[in-house]
């Protein structure tokens, strides 16, 4: 999740925060990384540069930034995170593979 600054001061994105979810180990998705600034520029970029989709939701990220750094997303961020990585599945490449058989 990622919130931008007014793009007329640095362009730079004020939040960011990574999650990650192993439906195993825990039962909601955790939060593995969080910055602000530069640091939350690179984590962007990182994201991007492994192919891991990247949702603007400035409400979203803020609320996440919240969240110490590997505990789970609260129960009343649930129904958020979830129609966020709903969207992202249903527009993966692998989910578009698997409509066009």
Same mark, same amino acid.
């Given at each position: 999740?990622? =919130?931008?600054?007014?793009?007329?001061?640095?362009? &730079?994105?004020?939040?960011?925060? @990574?999650?990650?979810? =192993?439906?195993?180990?825990?039962?909601?998705?955790?939060?593995?990384?969080?910055?602000?600034?530069? %640091?939350? +520029? *690179?984590?962007? &970029?990182? @994201? *991007? @540069?492994?192919? %891991?989709?990247?949702? &603007?939701?400035?409400?979203?990220? &803020?609320?996440?930034? @919240?969240?110490?750094? =590997? =505990?789970?997303?609260? *129960?009343?961020?649930?129904?958020?995170?979830? +129609?966020?990585?709903?969207? %992202?599945?249903?527009?993966?490449?692998?989910?578009?593979?698997? *409509? +066009?058989?």
């Amino acid at each position: 999740m990622a =919130d931008r600054e007014d793009a007329g001061k640095t362009g &730079e994105r004020s939040v960011a925060v @990574a999650l990650a979810y =192993d439906h195993e180990a825990r039962a909601a998705p955790q939060v593995v990384a969080k910055g602000r600034g530069a %640091v939350a +520029e *690179r984590i962007i &970029e990182n @994201a *991007r @540069a492994h192919g %891991v989709h990247v949702e &603007e939701n400035p409400v979203l990220a &803020e609320a996440l930034s @919240a969240v110490e750094l =590997d =505990d789970t997303i609260p *129960r009343d961020l649930y129904r958020a995170v979830a +129609e966020v990585i709903g969207f %992202v599945l249903r527009h993966s490449p692998a989910a578009k593979h698997h *409509r +066009e058989q």
